[in-house]
């Protein structure tokens, strides 16, 4: 909501009547008591005084007159209770009449049960005057369900450009070029210029070419001819 000069000269005017900020919100519509405040403050209108020193100075004073009265009201003169006369019992309470019992006659069951007319559904009334918007503390509109704006066009999806090989790997076996015919092997570490894989012709049943099938497959020694179990530390129990 934008200040224009027509409402600064309502807000100049009510606010020399002495009118409350709350009041002068309501009146202009579209702003909350906090804005009138802060605006009335930017324009350097005169201050008001606290409501809260105002209602303790009225109640200080009210109390104060309630207390000179009652000093200087004379107090009534004692009655003796001889004199006094004695109090009439209470009235007993008439008892309360009992609610007619009204018989409710059947409905006959060959009738047909009329079913509660539908509200009719129109089109709402346009309203004449201005629609307010509400602006939260961000300044964006807050928006009513129903006028929730259309979802945005989705961008184009990106073109995606495949990376240049590195010129340390060129004519090597690379890992987009694995398939099952070509041996896995790796050469060299992952994180060098030049990793690739073996890339020759596998062994038939295994992942690898017949060399690295030796290096990745080795037969077990015999029990007999294996290295005994070194003997563990603090004394504790021998392998068997």
């Known amino acids: 909501m934008s200040w224009t000069d027509e409402r600064i000269d309502t807000l100049k005017k009510m606010w020399d009547k002495g009118l409350t900020a709350t009041q002068i919100a309501e009146e202009l519509g579209g702003v909350s008591r906090n804005a009138v405040i802060g605006k009335a403050h930017r324009l350097g209108l005169q201050s008001r005084p606290s409501p809260v020193k105002q209602n ?37 309470k008439p008892a309360p009449a009992p609610a007619p019992v009204v018989e409710a006659e059947p409905a006959p069951q060959d009738a047909p049960v009329a079913a509660a007319p539908a509200p009719a559904l129109g089109p709402r009334p346009a309203s004449d005057g201005p629609v307010l918007r509400s602006v939260g503390p961000g300044g964006f509109v807050r928006q009513n369900p129903g006028d929730q704006a259309p979802p945005s066009t989705p961008a184009p999806p990106r073109r995606l450009v495949p990376a240049k090989p590195s010129e340390a790997i060129a004519g090597k076996t690379s890992l987009l ?44 020694l015999p029990r007999r001819d294996r290295r005994p179990a070194p003997p563990l530390p603090f004394g504790g129990a021998a392998r068997r």
């Open 177 to 220: 070029d694995l398939n099952d015919r070509i041996c896995k092997w790796p050469l060299g570490h992952p994180g060098e210029p030049d990793f690739h894989f073996c890339g020759d012709k596998v062994n038939p049943g295994f992942p690898y070419c017949v060399a690295h099938c030796g290096h990745a497959y080795q037969a077990q």
């Open 56 to 92: 303790e100075a009225k109640a200080a004073a009210a109390l104060v007159a309630l207390t000179a009265a009652a000093a200087a009201t004379p107090e009534p003169a004692p009655v003796p209770e001889e004199a006094a006369p004695p109090a009439p019992p209470p009235a007993p």
